[in-house]
């Protein structure tokens, strides 16, 4: 069965530092990822995707995430936070077959200080 | 492009009260999905639909959810009667059908079961 597991339910970051956000992944074949952004009351927003093409990613907003098979993990990073950027965010394992059906991780709240 | 629609926003009730939420998917997305988000977690997948059949409604609570897409457009998910553990976003998302499609979601509706 495939899981996903975000490291840290809060991260709090400077306006301007690095943002890092983990994720791990459980899946015995190789798997789709995603990020996704929540902003408080509304819906979930693609961030970016990994669909076995070029393990770095670049998504919207400046964020890109790498893929490491060897870690099993899928970190989302930005090198340098914005205000704009605090919002809940959720790594998502989609499950083999064609189901479209989406695994959601806890989530990670990300807090930017000015 | 329209998004997903909702309806309502926000809901209260008083336990053992029925409720029902609407989802109008994008123009063209045959597949359906309707996720239950409680507080502090990521979204759990409810039911899934490819046009008007559910093909996915093992997470759903079959005693008291009930869900329909007739004409395989909107879709609507109703509780009867609602339990306090009820309280939670409500979110519908829908792709194309196939592949890694981006599953776009909703703004949710947020249920409060008094």
């Known amino acids: 069965a495939q899981s996903v597991t975000q490291l840290g339910s809060h991260v709090s970051v400077s306006e301007g530092a690095l943002v890092l956000l983990r994720c791990n992944y459980s899946?015995?074949?190789?798997?789709?990822l995603f990020w996704y952004v929540q902003y408080p009351n509304q819906g979930l927003q693609l961030l970016l995707k990994?669909?076995?093409?070029?393990?770095l990613v670049k998504g919207i907003n400046g964020f890109e995430a790498e893929f490491k098979k060897s870690e099993t993990s899928f970190h989302l990073t930005k090198p340098s936070a914005h205000m704009s950027d605090a919002a809940e965010y959720f790594c998502?394992?989609?499950?083999?077959?064609?189901?479209?059906?989406?695994?959601f991780g806890q989530g990670t709240t990300l807090q930017v200080k000015p | 492009e329209a998004g997903v629609v909702q309806s309502p926003r926000y809901k209260i009730i008083e336990k053992k009260q029925p409720v029902a939420f609407w989802c109008n998917p994008i123009?063209?997305?045959?597949?359906l999905y309707w996720y239950l988000q409680n507080l502090g977690q990521g979204p759990e997948l409810l039911i899934r639909?490819?046009?008007?059949?559910?093909?996915?409604d093992s997470q759903l609570p079959k005693d008291r959810f009930s869900a329909e897409r007739l004409k395989g457009v909107d879709s609507t998910l109703k509780i009867q009667p609602a339990e306090l553990g009820d309280s939670a976003v409500y979110l519908c998302?829908?792709?194309?059908?196939?592949?890694?499609?981006?599953?776009?979601f909703g703004p949710g509706t947020r249920l409060t079961v008094l």
């Open positions: 998302a829908s792709s194309l059908r196939g592949g890694p499609n981006e599953q776009f």
């Open positions: 899946s015995s074949v190789p798997p789709y």
């Open positions: 990994y669909t076995s093409a070029a393990t």
């Open positions: 998502a394992v989609r499950v083999s077959g064609n189901t479209g059906k989406l695994i």
């Open positions: 123009s063209g997305h045959n597949t």
């Open positions: 639909y490819e046009n008007e059949e559910a093909v996915d």
